[in-house]
């Protein structure tokens, strides 16, 4: 069963910054260079009722898939020195079709 993976995020970046877009353009290359990430999204919250500003989406074709993104040494390495430095606060959703 596909799995939607889901985080939303505010930066410890200024909004719009060099940094920020750097950060943004890093994760998408590294994270969907990692075998079994579909559907790749980067999208910036539009709602004031968040002031979480960023959310990643990802689709993986079955908990072996998503399994082996979570391990694999890219992602790994991504959260050790970009996402736990550069990200503020997150909340990470996982869902399958109902």
Do not use: C
């Amino acid at each position: 069963m596909p799995i939607q993976h889901t985080v939303v995020f505010r930066l410890s970046h200024a909004e719009g910054s060099a940094e920020e877009q750097a950060f943004l353009a890093d994760a998408r290359a590294a994270l969907t260079s990692i075998p079994g990430v579909d559907d790749f999204q980067v999208n910036r919250q539009v709602s004031p009722k968040s002031d979480l500003g960023h959310q990643f989406s990802m689709v993986f074709a079955d908990e072996a898939a998503y399994q082996a993104y979570n391990d694999h040494p890219t992602h790994v390495a991504f959260v050790a020195e970009r996402w736990v430095p550069e990200v503020a606060q997150f909340q990470e959703y996982d869902f399958v079709q109902a």
